[in-house]
C-alpha cells in the first residue's frame, strides 16, 4: 500500500480489517479509520488482535517458518507487536525456541526493528529460555504472560540464581493471566516465575492488570502483590476483571494514586470494599469501569436476602470523567433465585443514576451502561424517577435480552429525556429475543 492508501485508509468492515491489518505496519498507518455500525463491540478486540502476530496457535512452528522465510527475503513488513509460546513438553519446542530468537536477533541487526509488545503463553517452561528471549527485548512497551493448565516451571530451586541484568526503560504495561485450575501445589513456583520476570522492572510502568478467573486460588493475588512491592512511582492503571476482596487489603496499601481503575466480578460482598477503593483514590481517578457479577454456584433464599441489604453506591469522584457500568454473563438456563441477583445488579445500576449525579460527579461527560435485562421492559417505572443528566455528552446502553418489544421504544425516549445533551445516544440492539 503506497502512497495515499497508506497514509488515509478507510474500512468498513472488521473481518476485512483483520485480514489486512497483520500485513500493514501500523505504526506507519497516519490516518485510518474503522467504520463499522458494530464498532461498540468488535473495534476494540479487532484492533488488538489484528495488531500482534499470532505465533501460538497449533500451526505455529509452520506460521513462524513462513514468517521468518518472508522477513529474511523481504517480502513483508516487520512488525514489533508478537504473540509467542513456551511450551518444552511438545515435541517441536526446542526447534521453536530457536526460531524465536532468531527472529528476534534478525529483526534487531538487520532492520533495527525491535519487539515493543510481547505476549509469552507458557506452559512447561524453562526459565533459561525466558531469561535469554527478554534480553533480545529491552525496549519492551508491554510484557504480558499467561500460564495455562498445563503450567510448571523447569529447575525451579536454580531460577532465583539466574544473573538477570536486563532493564525496561520504557516497560508501561505489565499484563499477567492464570488460565490455572489445579493451582495450590503452584503458588510457590508462580512466585519465583514472576520474581524472575519483573525482576529489574522500572519505575515508569503505568498499568497494570491481572486476570485470575478462579479467584480462589490465590495466584492472581500471589502475582499482585509481587507487582505492588516493585514500588512503580508512575503506576496509575490498576485492571482486575476478577476482583476479589483478599486483594482489597493490598490495594489500598498502594502508595500510587490511580487515574484509572477497571475491576470486574463485583458481587454484593464486594460493593464496601469498592466504596473503600474509591475513596482513597477519588482525587486522581478519572476513569472507571466496573463489572457486576462473579457467582460460580446459585445462591440460596437466605444468601439472596443477604444481598439485598448490601449497598451499591460510589463516593464522591470529583474529577471522574468517564464511567462504565455493566452486569456480566450468567448462566443462560436461569433459575429464578438467579434472577433475583441480576435484578439487584440492574437496580444497582440504576441507583446510580438516581443519587445526586451532577454533585457526585461533576466532570463525568461518558456514561456506559450494560444492563441484563432483568427489568422487564414491562415495567412502566424503569427509567423513571431520574432527574435530567446535562453533562453527559456521550451515552451508550446496551439492553440485554429484553428482545424487540414494542415498549422499547420508550424506554429510548427516555433515556434520551434524561440525557438532553448527547447528540448520537448508542443503543445496542440485543442479538436475540
Not at 469498592?274 to 462473579?294: C, D, M, N, P, Y
Request: aromatic letters at 10%; one cysteine or more; glycine letters at 4%.
Amino acid at each position: 500500500m503506497d502512497g495515499e492508501p497508506k497514509s488515509y485508509t478507510i474500512f468498513n468492515n472488521s473481518q476485512i480489517f483483520s485480514k489486512i491489518a497483520s500485513y500493514l505496519p501500523l505504526h506507519d498507518l497516519k490516518n485510518g479509520r474503522l467504520v463499522c455500525h458494530n464498532w461498540a463491540t468488535e473495534l476494540g478486540p479487532t484492533l488488538e488482535k489484528s495488531t500482534f502476530v499470532d505465533l501460538s496457535k497449533p500451526n505455529y512452528l509452520q506460521t513462524l517458518r513462513l514468517y521468518n522465510s518472508s522477513i529474511e527475503k523481504n517480502e513483508t513488513f516487520t512488525h514489533s507487536n508478537f504473540v509467542i509460546r513456551h511450551d518444552t513438553s511438545s515435541s517441536d519446542s526446542a526447534v521453536y525456541n530457536v526460531m524465536i530468537l532468531q527472529l528476534f536477533t534478525f529483526m534487531k541487526e538487520t532492520y533495527g526493528e525491535e519487539v515493543k509488545c510481547l505476549h509469552i503463553i507458557l506452559g512447561d517452561s524453562c526459565p533459561g529460555f525466558l531469561n535469554r528471549l527478554l534480553q533480545l527485548v529491552p525496549n519492551l512497551k508491554v510484557l504480558e504472560v499467561t500460564c495455562t493448565n498445563s503450567f510448571s516451571l523447569a529447575n525451579t530451586p536454580n531460577v532465583v540464581n539466574l544473573s538477570v541484568r536486563r532493564k525496561f526503560p520504557v516497560l508501561e504495561t505489565l499484563k499477567f493471566r492464570s488460565e490455572i485450575t489445579s493451582q495450590m501445589e503452584r503458588r510457590a513456583m508462580m512466585a519465583t516465575l514472576l520474581t524472575v520476570l519483573f525482576r529489574n522492572c522500572p519505575h515508569n510502568i503505568k498499568r497494570v492488570e491481572v486476570w485470575d478467573p478462579a479467584i480462589q486460588s490465590g495466584i492472581g493475588l500471589a502475582a499482585f502483590k509481587i507487582v505492588a512491592k516493585l514500588e512503580l512511582k508512575n503506576w496509575t492503571d490498576l485492571r482486575i476483571p476478577f476482583f476479589g476482596n483478599a486483594m482489597v487489603p493490598v490495594i489500598l496499601g498502594l502508595n500510587q494514586r490511580l487515574s484509572v481503575i477497571k475491576v470486574g466480578g463485583i458481587y454484593p460482598g464486594s460493593f464496601p470494599s469498592l466504596r473503600r477503593i474509591l475513596e482513597k483514590h477519588s482525587a486522581t481517578l478519572t476513569i472507571l469501569q466496573v463489572t457486576l457479577g462473579s457467582m460460580r454456584t446459585c445462591p440460596n433464599e437466605a444468601e439472596l436476602k443477604s444481598m439485598q441489604t448490601q449497598n451499591f453506591d460510589f463516593p464522591r469522584l470529583p474529577v471522574l470523567k468517564k464511567m462504565t457500568c455493566s452486569v456480566g454473563k450468567f448462566p443462560q438456563n436461569t433459575s429464578v433465585t438467579w434472577e433475583g441477583v441480576i435484578s439487584l445488579y440492574d437496580r444497582a445500576i440504576l441507583r446510580i443514576l438516581s443519587s445526586k449525579f451532577a454533585e457526585k460527579y461533576p466532570q463525568l461527560t461518558q456514561l456506559d451502561l450494560t444492563f441484563s435485562g432483568s427489568l422487564s421492559p414491562r415495567r412502566s417505572n424503569f427509567f423513571a424517577n431520574i432527574d435530567q443528566i446535562p453533562q453527559v455528552k456521550n451515552l451508550s446502553v446496551e439492553l440485554k435480552r429484553w428482545g424487540r418489544t414494542a415498549g422499547r421504544d420508550v424506554w429510548v425516549l427516555r433515556l434520551i429525556d434524561i440525557f438532553p445533551n448527547v447528540r448520537n445516544p448508542i443503543i445496542i440492539e440485543p442479538k436475540e429475543d
